[in-house]
């Protein structure tokens, strides 16, 4: 049915092996492998972490609750001149 030409995975009686990876040293395999995944959760975090950080509502929002806070407090603390 499907005639592919070129054929990423083949499979053996110990499982699938991908093409161009079995002339490597299982150690090398690793460290390819251990890169990858590597690279890819580094990815995600820093897509998330701009994607989050994109608005700073919240510490706007505290700036304010401070300055007003601080300004509550010096006219609470400043005399009365009657």
Known sequence: MFNFK???FSVTSSGYTMAGF???APNTKNLVVAGGLSA???GVYFY???A???TDELQT???KFEQ???KQESE???PSKA
């Open 6 to 8: 070129y054929n990423t």
């Open 22 to 24: 079995s002339s490597l």
């Open 40 to 42: 890819f959760v580094f």
């Open 48 to 50: 998330t972490m701009r």
């Open 52 to 54: 989050v950080g994109g």
């Open 61 to 63: 929002a505290i700036d």
């Open 68 to 70: 007003q806070k601080s």
């Open 76 to 78: 609470a603390t400043i």
